[in-house]
C-alpha cells in the first residue's frame, strides 16, 4: 500500500467530489526548490483546493499551484507583500484551519502547528510527516461525516464515543495510542 492510500481513500468516501490528482513540481511557484517530501505528497495524494470538515473550521490543502500564494499573511504581509520578520525560511505552510497554519519544516520534514493572531509565530511540532498529516485529517474528516449532526451535545462538544474512536483509529494508524491521544487533545477534541 503506498504511503497516501489510507488519506485518499477516506478522503473520497468522505467527499467524493473532491479532486485528487498528481501534480507535478513544474506547478510550484516558490522562491525555492520544492522539497522531495511536499513533492511526493501533491504526487501521491494530490489535493487540489480539498477542504475537509473537521470539528470547528474545516482543515484546507491548497493545491500546488496555489501553495506558494497561500504562504501571504504568514511569511509575507498580505497588504505589503513584505517579509514578516518572525517567519523562519525553513517553514512551508501546507494547510491550515481556520488560518492556523500546518507548516512543513523543510530541515526536518516534520509538520509544525501555530495559531495566527498571538503576535509572534511560535509553532510547535505536532506531526512527523506530512503522511500522519493527511491520513489523521481524513480520519477526522471521516468521523464528522459518519457523525453528522450528532457529532457534539447540546453545548456543542464533541461527544465522547467519537473522541475515543478518533483516538482508536489515528492510534491504530500511528500505532501509538499516546501519541493519538495527544494529538486529539491538540486538534481541539479534548
Known amino acids: 500500500m503506498a504511503a497516501y492510500d489510507t488519506a ?4 473520497r468516501r468522505v467527499d467524493p467530489i473532491a479532486i485528487f490528482r498528481p501534480q507535478l513540481a513544474v506547478d510550484w511557484q ?4 520544492l522539497p522531495d517530501a511536499v513533492a ?4 501521491q495524494l494530490g489535493p487540489v483546493d480539498v477542504w475537509i470538515r473537521a470539528y ?4 484546507f490543502l491548497p493545491s500546488l499551484a496555489h501553495l506558494w500564494g497561500h504562504q501571504t499573511g ?3 504581509d498580505g497588504i505589503t507583500h513584505e517579509r514578516i520578520a518572525d517567519w523562519d525560511d525553513d517553514w512551508l505552510v501546507i494547510a491550515d484551519e481556520g488560518g492556523d497554519p500546518f507548516i512543513f519544516s ?3 520534514g516534520a509538520i509544525l502547528h501555530a ?6 509565530w511560535k509553532p510547535t511540532e505536532m506531526f512527523d510527516s506530512l503522511v500522519e498529516m493527511a ?3 481524513a480520519i477526522i474528516g471521516d468521523i464528522v461525516a459518519s457523525a453528522g449532526h450528532g457529532l457534539t451535545d447540546h453545548d456543542s462538544l464533541i461527544l465522547p464515543r467519537y473522541r475515543q474512536e478518533a483516538r482508536m483509529r489515528i492510534g491504530e494508524f500511528l500505532r501509538s495510542h499516546a501519541r493519538a491521544s495527544a494529538l486529539v487533545s491538540s486538534l481541539g477534541w479534548g
Open 115 to 120: 495559531y495566527h493572531g498571538e503576535g509572534a
Open 74 to 76: 504568514y511569511s509575507t
Open 30 to 33: 516558490g522562491q525555492f526548490p
Open 40 to 43: 511526493e505528497y501533491f504526487t
Open 8 to 11: 485518499k481513500e477516506l478522503l
Open 106 to 108: 523543510r530541515a526536518s
Open 135 to 137: 491520513t489523521t485529517f
Open 56 to 59: 470547528a473550521n474545516p482543515y
